[in-house]
T-cell receptor, first 110, second 113 residues
Framework: SQQGEEDPQALSIQEGENATMNCSYK?????LQWYRQNSGRGLVHLIL?????REKHSGRLRVTLDTSKKSSSLLITASRAADTASYFC??????????FGPGTRLSVLP | NAGVTQTPKFQVLKTGQSMTLQCAQD?????MYWYRQDPGMGLRLIYY???????DKGEVPNGYNVSRLNKREFSLRLESAAPSQTSVYFC????????????FGPGTRLTVL
């Protein structure tokens, strides 16, 4: 069973627009991470947010965490064609292991 | 500094054949992981090794075995490959278990006929 579920499954936007994707999870977590996967490649870590944090920024990325709703969102501002990729959230079940969601496929059109 | 390397990149097997996927990391990480990724799905954990000398089952361990050969290397073995094991396999490592960032290899694309 998968802990994290991303929404939407696929998202298509124009270059320069903002992209928002969401992740919902089922049980209490220690932290939540977002990863990016370019086609045919391994995953690359983007950002980690701990359960006692509500918002975190890294460059054009903004992540929020609402533990009461068991959800997180990833906002990519001023998107570029190079942002085209699949985005995954991964939840840490207090040291057991990471559980990845099925991902959001983002297409940024020039 | 190569990070996480995996061999081979591609492999085609016939049902019943065996093979070992190799993974090595040069970041002095304690923990290592094997995942599989099926089309349109996220990663599912097969096995992990919290530290040298220990291995534990993940979500989908059936049909696989692992060996943590030393701190750098973590191999995944398919003893008798089945078509259901057709997938892309990723190895990852982290400084510690779970709470740390995981660093991924480029993946091995395995097809079982």
């Amino acid at each position: 069973s998968q802990q994290g579920e991303e929404d939407p499954q696929a998202l298509s936007i124009q270059e320069g627009e903002n992209a928002t994707m969401n992740c919902s999870y089922k049980t209490s977590i220690n932290n939540l991470q977002w990863y990016r996967q370019n086609s045919g490649r391994g995953l690359v870590h983007l950002i980690l947010i701990r359960s006692n944090e509500r918002e975190k920024h890294s460059g054009r990325l903004r992540v929020t965490l609402d533990t009461s709703k068991k959800s997180s969102s990833l906002l990519i501002t001023a998107s570029r064609a190079a942002d085209t990729a699949s985005y995954f959230c991964a939840t840490d079940n207090y040291g057991q292991n990471f559980v990845f969601g099925p991902g959001t496929r983002l297409s940024v059109l020039p | 500094n190569a990070g996480v390397t995996q061999t081979p990149k591609f492999q085609v097997l016939k049902t019943g054949q065996s093979m070992t996927l190799q993974c090595a990391q040069d970041m002095n990480h304690n923990s290592m992981y094997w995942y599989r990724q099926d089309p349109g799905m996220g990663l599912r954990l097969i096995y992990y090794s919290a530290s040298e000398g220990t291995t534990d089952k993940g979500e989908v361990p059936n049909g696989y075995n692992v060996s943590r050969l030393n701190k750098r290397e973590f191999s995944l073995r398919l003893e008798s490959a089945a078509p259901s094991q057709t997938s892309v396999y990723f190895c990852a490592s982290s400084a510690g278990l779970a709470a740390d960032t995981q660093y991924f290899g480029p993946g091995t694309r395995l097809t079982v006929l």
